[in-house]
């Protein structure tokens, strides 16, 4: 019993870091928030795909800081949208069904506090694997549209 807990600790420590890559981002200083939040909304739907869900971190965070003892805004603005792509999620659980923790796929974006402040997109690299860096090329592809550097 003892051999299995230490076996299991090693490879949940492993598989953190497995996976703890740094994100790819962009930073974009030429346009406003809301021109690569459209940006980024319209090249989703452009890759013929649906925007599952939209999740507006940085306003949740700002409504609840006073409930978290906070008086810190983090965000200017910040918010993730995930989508799917039937096609690649597909292809990606045929090739292991733990793929699904992948599923939806998200992209981020959001700009720190300060007028000056640069927008970051980005999101969170894929294992190499064929089915996931296919998925991998699709959110950089996604991400590059929306701040128009295709």
Same mark, same amino acid.
């Given at each position: ?28 200083? =030429? ?14 739907? =452009? ?15 700002? /409504? ?15 918010? %993730? ?8 999620? /597909? ?43 296919? %998925? ?7 991400? /590059? ?6």
């Amino acid at each position: 019993m003892r051999l299995h807990f230490l076996n299991l600790t090693f490879a949940c420590c492993f598989s953190t870091l497995a996976f703890a890559d740094s994100p790819v981002t962009y930073s974009v200083s =030429d346009q406003s928030y809301d021109d690569v939040l459209f940006g980024l909304e319209n090249a989703i739907i =452009d890759h013929g795909l649906v925007i599952s869900n939209h999740n507006h971190v940085g306003t949740m965070l700002e /409504r609840t800081k006073q409930q978290t003892n906070s008086d810190v805004t983090v965000y200017q603005e910040a918010d %993730v949208l995930g989508f799917c792509s039937a096609p690649l999620s /597909r292809a990606a659980m045929l090739e292991d069904p733990m793929n699904i923790r992948f599923c939806p796929y998200n992209i981020f974006m959001f700009q720190e506090v300060g007028s000056e402040a640069p927008v970051i997109i980005g999101y969170n690299p894929l294992p190499e694997t064929e089915a996931l860096q296919d %998925v991998q090329s699709l959110l950089d592809s996604i991400t /590059r549209a929306a701040i128009g550097i295709e």
